[in-house]
């Protein structure tokens, strides 16, 4: 879990000025552009730093938060250890949802 702090502080980060925009969450947007692209680049928006192919060439940052979530996830379900401690933790994840393995 702690070699994806950056990864779950860029999240939080991203979706608080999706969510807020307030002049703490617009601070934060702007050091994480500022890490991205090395500078903080006029009129630039949380979709336009997911999506921009400049920040990740292979794959644009949206694409790879997705894939860096479903490891972290994985992850975590697999060091849980028994099928029990494992279903307990589904339950928690999908809260008044079914989860995509139970029928």
């Not at 703490?24 to 999506?51: C, D, E, K, Q, W």
């Not at 992850?75 to 994840?93: A, H, I």
């Amino acid at each position: 879990m702690l070699n994806y702090g950056s990864f779950l502080t860029d999240m939080r980060y991203i979706r608080n000025h999706i969510a807020y925009r307030n002049c703490g969450t617009r601070a934060n947007f702007r050091t994480l552009v500022r890490r991205y692209y090395g500078a903080t680049p006029p009129g630039i928006t949380s979709g336009m730093l997911l999506l921009s192919p400049r920040v990740s060439s292979p794959r644009p940052l949206v694409e790879m938060h997705i894939l860096t979530a479903r490891v972290l996830i994985r992850e975590l379900v697999k060091g849980l250890g028994s099928n029990l401690k494992r279903q307990c933790w589904v339950k928690f994840l999908f809260r008044g949802r079914r989860a995509p393995d139970q029928r």
